[in-house]
Every structure is written in C-alpha cells, then in structure tokens.
C-alpha cells in the first residue's frame, strides 16, 4: 500500500517562508517521480514543482520564482521550500507520485495571512 504524507504546514505571514515535507512509503522511493501540486478555493488542480529519479526539476508557472523541490532518497523524503509568500498562495498542497500519477498524500493546508 502506497502512502505519502505531507507535514510542514500552517499558518505564515506575507513575505514569510515555509517548508513543506512528503514522507513516502511502500514505494521504492528513489525509482520514483515526485511532484507537488495545489489547489486554491474555487480554482483547479494546479503543478508547483516536480523532480525525477536523477534530481532534474521542472517548475510550473504559478510559483516558479519562489519555490524550490528537493528530494533525499535515504529519507524516502520529498520536499518544498517557499519563500516570498503571498495571500494568493493560500491552499491546500499535495504531495503526488508523479511516475504514474495515481497516488497522492492527504493534502495539507498552508495560509498565508496577517
């Protein structure tokens, strides 16, 4: 049985910083791409960061400038740095094994708030 779960979250003022982890198990982790996703109240599904077996990374548009994806495969651990934060980055963030795209963590939320 696959599980990935997120820890990291909470509460951050603007301008602050956060790192998100994704601890996976019942995986061969390190044969694995991994990614983290998004998704804000009323908009869709949206990519943050992803990473393959080789620690190339892709980033998608939304949060490209302020983000970092990094991965240990000795901790069968993925993670997320940001920085810069905004209000508008208040959502709930995914963990995701993107080799097939079929197993997600349970989404841990992160707001961004004075």
């Known amino acids: 049985q696959v599980q990935l779960v997120e820890s990291g979250g909470g509460l951050v003022q603007p301008g602050g910083s956060l790192r998100l982890s994704c601890v996976a198990s019942?995986?061969?982790?390190?044969?694995?791409?991994m990614g983290w996703y998004r998704r804000a109240p009323g908009k869709q599904r949206e990519l943050g960061a992803r990473?393959?077996?080789?620690?190339?990374?892709f980033y998608g548009d939304g949060m490209k400038d302020r983000i970092t994806i990094s991965r240990d495969n000795d901790k069968d651990t993925v993670y997320l740095q940001m920085n810069s934060l905004k209000p508008e980055d208040t959502a709930v963030y995914y963990c995701?094994?993107?080799?097939?795209?079929?197993?997600w963590g349970q989404g841990i939320q992160v707001t961004v708030s004075a």
């Open positions: 990473i393959d077996t080789l620690g190339s990374v």
């Open positions: 995701n094994l993107d080799t097939n795209k079929i197993y």
């Open positions: 019942g995986v061969i982790f390190k044969t694995n791409i």
